[in-house]
């Protein structure tokens, strides 16, 4: 299992500590720190299309309408705390979030 997320997001944080607790093997890529491979950016917005991106994320708010009106993958690459986290990836399957359903899915 691989997680994309930010290290100091508290919603990542506090997936990874449930994940763990339930017994989960969890390679952390942190987004920031790490990267992320523009084959893995390109994936995770074929499955999860816009909502990949955390409009809401003070980064977001600091950008113009030009970079705004960029191609999604090539804006997450560049700043790579736009992505919504976390990103999970269990075998085949991806999550996005820390929701219900996510929780759900992989905690029982």
Known sequence: MRVF??????????????LRAAGHDVQVVDVRADGVDRADLERFRAVFGDALLNRRSTTWRGLDDADRARDPVELLARYPALMKRPVIEVGAGL??????????ALLG
């Open 5 to 18: 997320c930010l290290k100091s997001c508290d919603t990542c944080r506090r997936a990874l500590r449930e």
């Open 95 to 104: 999550f996005l979030g820390w929701g219900p359903e996510t929780r759900k």
